[in-house]
């Protein structure tokens, strides 16, 4: 069974820090990895999809790695500021042709100081 | 401006009573997704429709049941069956442009926060 581990489970920066957000998966046999932010009280909002057969995906401050046989992706966020607080999740989606199955980790907590 | 609505933001439910969560999408999505999040937890799936009038059971359905009379609606009833409801639920939608796996992200509501009276 597919696990998602994120670390650390929270994380304080102050304004201006580039930041590394770590996620981990069990079965290298993965669709695509999302990241998400999620907003306190409020739904996941898509930032980045990684194709099983590419590398990174950039958008703007933004850049996701994904190495499957490690079994890990990395967000990179440049220049931090306030509004980059949240919790960011990622999710793996199975290589087994369902259409339900993406797999969450539980998430870090970003919160970047002024 | 095209997106999921979820309803209500906010929903009490009673001992032995069944609740019914509202999701509506206009993004002429073909998936619906229902998924359960506990405080500090990921998300898990209770339930999902590739199409009108089929659904799937996710890793966490019972107590839930589910109906997907419209592409655009997906509804969730949480029964009284379901003993342990307080969580944060959100709905979400994609495109699976024809195939049955797709490399379109999932969209999200703003969720529905229930607990027990």
């Known amino acids: 069974k597919q696990e998602v581990t994120q670390i650390p489970a929270a994380l304080s920066v102050p304004e201006g820090e580039n930041l590394v957000l770590n996620c981990s998966f069990t079965d290298s046999a993965i669709y695509n990895l999302q990241w998400f932010r999620q907003d306190p009280g409020k739904g996941l909002t898509s930032l980045l999809l990684?194709?099983?057969?590419?590398r990174e995906q950039t958008s703007g401050r933004l850049n996701a790695s994904l190495d499957k046989s490690s079994g890990r992706s990395t967000l990179y966020i440049a220049a931090s500021q306030p509004g980059d607080s949240a919790t960011y999740l990622c999710a793996v989606k199975a290589s087994s042709g369902s259409a339900r199955q993406l797999t969450f980790g539980s998430g870090t907590q970003l919160t970047v100081l002024p | 401006d095209g997106g999921i609505t979820q309803s209500p933001k906010y929903l009490f439910r009673k001992e032995g009573q069944n609740v019914t969560l509202s999701c509506e999408q206009n993004l002429n999505h073909d998936a619906m997704y229902w998924y359960r999040q506990d405080p500090g937890q990921g998300l898990r799936l209770i339930y999902y429709s590739q199409i009108v009038n089929d659904f799937q059971k996710g890793d966490i359905a019972e107590g839930y049941s589910v109906s997907r009379e419209k592409k655009e609606s997906f509804p969730l009833t949480v029964t009284s069956a379901q003993k342990n409801p307080t969580a944060f639920y959100l709905c979400?939608?994609?495109?699976?442009?024809?195939?049955?796996?797709?490399?379109?992200?999932?969209?999200f509501g703003d969720g529905t926060r229930l607990s027990i009276l």
């Open positions: 979400a939608s994609t495109s699976l442009r024809g195939q049955t796996d797709s490399n379109q992200p999932q969209h």
């Open positions: 990684i194709q099983s057969s590419q």
